[in-house]
T-cell receptor, first 112, second 116 residues
Framework: GQNIDQPTEMTATEGAIVQINCTYQTSGFNGLFWYQQHAGEAPTFLSYNVLDGLEEKGRFSSFLSRSKGYSYLLLKELQMKDSASYLCAVRDTTGGSYIPTFGRGTSLIVHP | DAGVIQSPRHEVTEMGQEVTLRCKPISGHDYLFWYRQTMMRGLELLIYFNNNVPIDDSGMPEDRFSAKMPNASFSTLKIQPSEPRDSAVYFC??????????????FGEGSRLTVL
């Protein structure tokens, strides 16, 4: 199984940059996902990392260090609509499973 | 594609009643998942299917919960009898584990269940 840890809540200012961290412990790592979930809506896929390094996609970037069991999601040029919960999910193939386990999520509040 | 479709979107019922939640996955996806989300416990995996076959139901809380997938385009999650502590948002998700895919999950809009 996995232990996934991410901060419960963060606040930031519109136009700024924010970094949301995720640490995990797993024995059969096979990928890390970030999802965004607005209040009352379904989670939607943001990014996927399976190799070390940075993946950039527009204003959002995701970083992975497998040796440290660490990932972060970087959001640039924050907009009010970025206020949401950000879920880190780790896929572990121990036991033949191919299923991601989700962290509790980080609630990001963007204020003017 | 219409995405993952769930029904009902909202359900309010009384303790002891049977609840049936429905899900239509994205066509061609070979995995289907049922999750439950609460403020206290976050997003929890209840059960998942691969090619219509239940693979792991260890997340199902107890015998009151059951899930079926009679064909590739339909799944149900049933709670009988329901209890107030079952109140949560239930998400269905599907994914495609094809070689070129990352296997990310596509979620339905969820079914918000309130048991009084």
């Amino acid at each position: 199984g996995q232990n996934i840890d991410q901060p419960t809540e963060m606040t930031a200012t519109e136009g700024a940059i924010v970094q949301i961290n995720c640490t995990y412990q797993t024995s059969g790592f096979n990928g890390l996902f970030w999802y965004q979930q607005h209040a009352g809506e379904a989670p939607t896929f943001l990014s996927y990392n399976v190799l070390d390094g940075l993946e950039e996609k527009g204003r959002f970037s995701s970083f992975l260090s497998r040796s440290k069991g660490y990932s972060y999601l970087l959001l640039k040029e924050l907009q009010m609509k970025d206020s949401a919960s950000y879920l880190c999910a780790v896929r572990d193939t121990t036991g033949g499973s191919y299923i991601p386990t989700f962290g509790r999520g980080t609630s990001l509040i963007v204020h003017p | 594609d219409a995405g993952v479709i769930q029904s009902p979107r909202h359900e309010v019922t009384e303790m002891g009643q049977e609840v049936t939640l429905r899900c239509k996955p994205i066509s061609g996806h070979d995995y289907l998942f049922w999750y439950r989300q609460t403020m206290m416990r976050g997003l929890e995996l209840l059960i998942y299917f691969n090619n219509n076959v239940p693979i792991d139901d260890s997340g199902m809380p107890e015998d009151r919960f059951s899930a079926k997938m009679p064909n590739a385009s339909f799944s149900t999650l049933k709670i009988q009898p329901s209890e107030p502590r079952d109140s949560a948002v239930y998400f269905c998700a599907s994914s495609n584990t094809g070689v070129r895919g990352t296997g990310e999950l596509f979620f339905g809009e969820g079914s918000r269940l309130t048991v009084l």
